[in-house]
């Protein structure tokens, strides 16, 4: 993040956030963003989920989009949703938030260049460490209770975030900016051929634990890909088209969905987890003072 913050000063009439979230770390950030910047600003949170997203894109005079990292790159849906704005939004100024488990890669640079190259103009690009879906599911989580919480410091840094988002200082000068490589990147290569590349497997390997399943179909409405299907020979899983977000294993309400059976009763990050980190960074702004928004993170 750049550590340069300017006072904020006559911020963009209205700001757009738009968010993908697979589990709920990326919304719970765009929530409080949110919630950070409504007091200065006109400013609309969506998830790109929704039908009217892009098409509010188009009405808001500044984008955030904020999206989690799979696998050192961009969450496919972000990308998608990148490709498909409508081209009343271009030349439109866009800053990124990334949230991630372990680091980033270069993931914030690859969607930069691509809005880039759809005509749009960079204005900032950050990284907040969130709640880890996928090793949560892969390790005991006595071993790993670290990644059931943002990273420390996590009220401040979306407070500068939001700072550096209303300042028009920020804005206007922004230019071209573009993320620079990330140093250790060739020596991620090793590790993403040894161990990221087999883990997107796992999409292969999904289980579903039948005396804990309900039948109440939530992975069927949730699934954006659209991966899990209600046959008659009951739950199927697909691998092809998901992305391993792996919303359907933390938000199953029987923990029946697993990928390792020894691991089936791991604590999952499910809607109450988030709904008590989020509380717990409003009212750290609260105690300081820093907003009148009281209120909840459904």
Not at 97 to 105: A, K, P, S
Not at 178 to 198: E, M, N, R, S
Request: charged content about 25%.
């Amino acid at each position: 993040m750049n550590g340069r913050i300017v006072e904020p000063s006559s911020p963009p009439s209205s700001v757009g956030v738009f968010y993908f979230s697979g589990v709920g770390g990326t919304r719970v950030v765009a929530e409080i963003l949110g919630v950070r910047l409504s007091g200065r600003t006109n400013c609309e949170v969506r998830s790109i989920e929704e039908k009217e997203a892009a098409s509010a894109a188009a009405r808001a005079d500044s984008i955030v989009l904020c999206y989690p990292t799979y696998f050192l790159k961009p969450a496919p849906a972000m990308v998608e949703f990148v490709l498909n704005l409508p081209g009343e939004t271009r030349n439109r100024k866009v800053a990124l938030i990334t949230t991630y488990e372990l680091y980033t890669g270069n993931s914030n640079r690859r969607l930069a260049r691509l809005l880039r190259e759809r005509g749009f103009t960079m204005a900032g690009a950050y990284e907040l460490r969130s709640p880890g879906t996928d090793v949560t599911c892969v390790i005991p989580d006595r071993l790993c209770g670290w990644l059931y919480r943002f990273e420390r410091h996590f009220p401040d840094k979306i407070a500068k975030i939001a700072q550096s988002i209303l300042s028009q200082t920020e804005w206007a000068n922004s230019g071209e900016r573009i993320p620079g490589l990330k140093w250790y990147t060739p020596f991620a290569w090793p590790l993403q051929v040894l161990f990221l590349d087999g883990f997107i497997r796992w999409k292969d390997r999904m289980k579903v634990l039948e005396e804990r399943c309900s039948s109440c179909d939530l992975c069927v409405r949730d699934c954006h890909r659209s991966a899990w299907h209600r046959t008659d020979k009951g739950l199927e899983h697909r691998g092809a088209p998901c992305d391993l977000c792996l919303r359907c294993v933390h938000h199953c309400p029987g923990r029946a969905i697993i990928l390792k059976p020894r691991l089936k009763d791991n604590k999952r990050l499910n809607k109450s987890l988030y709904q008590a980190l989020a509380q717990e960074a409003l009212e750290a702004f609260e105690s300081r003072g820093a907003t009148n928004n009281k209120r909840e993170i459904e």
